[in-house]
């Protein structure tokens, strides 16, 4: 389990409550579908549909939204967290090593250990580029209460995992943090992907870093196609308009071209934006 409970009992022991409206849980990538079919066997679905689960070949998304229509319970399955740079299945490997047993509500079940839930604490407050308030006053605890030690073995588990840049990031957000970063000595150098999460929220922008970074021109040329032409089902899922028989979903097809394009040529601008900050940090 991330977050949630394990950050409140952690941070927040001065009385003041740390509210969360969903709950987290990281799971080894090559059981998402098992896991999935257990949130279905529960009542849960996903919000929309085909859309949230991504088009074949595009990026798989950090994680997947679920929802209990009856009851509004939200429930998030991820199979990596934003910021790392390794491939899920290592992600999964050493995160699930850096673990330690919680008691909740009568169940023991697994958070990350104080190292890796530190590391966490400064990775969920630079992927929105500090405009989440709670992120921010996890992040201002920490830094304030967690010991140095601790921090510093934040740092080895962000290294395995190739995280110190946004580590280093989301330190570097509050003022204090940045005295902290520079006594671990951490790299002023920002990357493309972390500079796209936190001050972009053009979620084409890092589409194009990961269309980029697709070996090959056949691969690119056919995810672009597929981003213009969905399946039936994904524009169905996308707007009401598919879901109005024939004509409806030809409309659709010939809205989503125009519809793609009008996303694409902000993304754009963002995404060369990004890789200029960072070859410019990169060279300083």
Partial sequence: MLKGPSIARWLYTDGNRRHYVDSDLLVDPRLVGAASLVLVELN???????VAT???GDRAPYAYAWIDRATGARFELHRTLIGLGVPPEEAWRVLSAQTEEMLLRGERIDVLNAPARTMHVALHAAQDGGRS???MEDLRRAISEVPRDTW???KTVAEELDAVQALAYGLRLRSEGKDLAATLG????ESVDVLLHAESSISSARGFEWLASKPGTLPKVGLVIRKLFP???FMRAWTPLARRGRL???LAYLWRPLWVCGQAI???VAWLSARRRARHTSDE
């Avoid at 849960?44 to 085909?50: K, L, Q, S, T, Y």
């Fill in 54 to 56: 991504g088009l074949s």
């Fill in 266 to 268: 902000p993304g754009l």
């Fill in 133 to 135: 308030p709670r992120a």
């Fill in 231 to 233: 399946p039936p089902a």
């Fill in 186 to 189: 951490l790299s002023a150098e």
């Fill in 248 to 250: 409806g979903l030809s």
């Fill in 44 to 50: 849960f679905e996903h919000p929309r549909g085909p």
């Fill in 152 to 154: 510093r073995q934040a």
